[in-house]
Nanobody, 124 residues
């Protein structure tokens, strides 16, 4: 079966960095767009970044642009989210997603599979 397993979350001080990982199994990883989303409890899911099979990436608006970088390693079936200059507003659960359609991008509803999430907490 398809599984997406996130890791790398945790507690970090403001200004610090974390690298999230998402390892996929049960799918042909190189054929999928991989995305990162985040969700505060009680609020809507928010797009962070995505990367297609060819390495072309798309990032969210000003809240994360320039601080977060997405990358993928097809040999390891893994997508990463490098998060730098973290601020308390980044405290949220981060989710990995996979989508096979060529148009998959910023809309969470277009993705086929989701991970369980990993918690990031940024202290001030």
């Amino acid at each position: 079966q398809v599984q997406l397993v996130e890791s790398g979350g945790g507690l970090v001080q403001a200004g610090g960095s974390l690298r999230l990982s998402c390892e996929a199994s049960g799918l042909t990883f190189s054929r999928y767009t991989m995305g990162w989303f985040r969700q505060v409890p009680g609020k809507d899911r928010e797009f962070v970044s995505c990367i297609k099979w060819n390495g072309v990436s798309t990032s969210a608006a000003d809240s994360v642009r320039g601080r977060f970088t997405i990358s993928r390693d097809n040999a390891k079936n893994t997508v990463y989210l490098q998060m730098n200059s973290l601020i308390p507003e980044d405290t949220v659960v981060y989710y990995c997603a996979a989508g096979s359609d060529l148009r998959v991008g910023v809309r969470g509803g277009d993705y086929d599979y989701w991970g369980q999430g990993t918690q990031v907490t940024v202290s001030s």
